[in-house]
């Protein structure tokens, strides 16, 4: 009896691959079978814009009990309106100022702390992040994106 469910589990599962195999079997030319699996088109939301990737990672000590508990490593990179590349990389210095200071209230805040990478921690960080960048930008952004992030303990 204890082996019932695991043997129904795996012809269950060997069924369903045969399945999908045979509904992804490419047609005579080599295109696939049905026009679903063709590649969605681009996302429009980008065409006017470039992405301005930061030259250096963020690097934000996690201080607890007047002690460096932790390191919070980030890559940023920009998304600004077309042809505004070159005025992000002048600004960058005052860009790094502004996103330190959101990037140290973000940890003294604790947000840093435990589970870190979940959407709504850092939804948080990266909307306050456009908004220190919205504040030295005249031409403003479209949106932070935090491309790197890791954090080592102590």
Do not use: C, W
Not at 16 to 44: D, H, K, M, N, S
Not at 72 to 96: F, I
Not at 124 to 138: E, F, K, S, T
């Amino acid at each position: 009896m204890k082996l019932v469910l695991p043997i129904l589990f795996l012809v269950a599962g060997i069924a369903a691959g045969v399945g999908l195999g045979l509904a992804l079997q490419p047609g005579p030319e080599g295109a696939p079978a049905t026009e679903e699996t063709q590649p969605p088109p681009p996302p429009t939301g980008a065409e006017g814009s470039d992405f301005v990737r930061l030259n250096n990672q963020f690097v934000v000590p996690v201080v607890r009990e007047d002690r460096v508990r932790s390191l919070v490593v980030l890559s940023l990179t920009l998304e600004v309106p077309a042809g505004m590349t070159a005025a992000t990389y002048d600004m960058e210095p005052r860009l790094r100022d502004e996103f330190l200071r959101v990037m140290f209230d973000h940890a003294n805040m604790g947000g840093f702390d435990g589970a870190f990478t979940q959407a709504g921690n850092l939804d948080l960080l990266r909307n306050a992040l456009r908004l220190a960048a919205d504040a030295v930008l005249p031409h403003g952004t479209r949106d932070v994106l935090i491309t790197d992030i890791a954090r080592q303990d102590m």
